[in-house]
């Protein structure tokens, strides 16, 4: 896999047009002044998160005894499930915050940004890629890094798009995760049986 289809596919994964509505929400209560540092600080504790997820990768698949077919099979079905819940969201969302308390963490670090289902994507990528761990850095750093561009515009993002743009551009990234999730599976069933 080459740089920028795992880092198109991670950033599909992180989902930031899908995630502005939440975050907008989760931020609204906190001062103005304080919203960037409260995003900039949780945008770099995700980073630090998929960094270690990548790196530990192996020694965390070969500590479980899981083979790489598995997390394949298994992320495929992850991903999917994703994919289906971008494609036809659910009404609400719940963020475990109370109103005016600032996120540490978690929501907007974990799992919003880093969540499992990028975690299960970086396991995957590094230990089927083990040799290419420089590449899928950069990987990550990419797709990271237009997360951070959407979510610390996300003003402009909400007003240029509105909410039914934001709805719409979702829907599209969950097709295409749809088509990512499958070869997936279908990677995992072939290295199973071949």
């Known amino acids: 896999m080459d740089i920028l289809a795992a880092a198109t596919m991670l950033f599909l994964i992180m989902d930031p047009l899908g995630n502005l509505p939440i975050v907008l929400s989760i931020l609204k209560h906190i001062d103005k002044k304080r919203q960037r540092m409260v995003l900039v600080r949780e945008l770099l504790f995700a980073l630090a998160i998929l960094m270690l997820f990548l790196f530990a990768g192996k020694g965390i698949m070969n500590f479980l005894q899981v083979q790489p077919e598995t997390l394949s099979i298994s992320g495929g079905i992850i991903l999917f499930i994703i994919a289906i819940k971008m494609i036809f969201p659910s009404a609400g969302s719940i963020t475990g915050l109370a109103a005016g308390e600032e996120p540490f963490i978690v929501p907007l670090a974990i799992p919003m940004i880093a969540g499992p ?18 590449e899928l850095s950069i990987a990550v750093l990419l797709a990271w890094g237009a997360t951070f561009f959407i979510l610390m515009f996300y003003g402009l993002f909400h007003k240029l798009l509105g909410e039914r743009g934001l709805k719409a551009i979702e829907r599209l990234m969950g097709l295409l995760l749809v088509m990512i999730s499958t070869q997936m599976f279908l990677d995992g069933v072939k290295g199973y049986l071949g």
Do not use: F, G, Y
Request: no cysteine; glycine share 0%.
């Open 117 to 134: 289902s990028v975690i299960a994507a970086l396991l995957l990528l590094s230990s089927q890629h083990p040799d290419k761990l420089t």
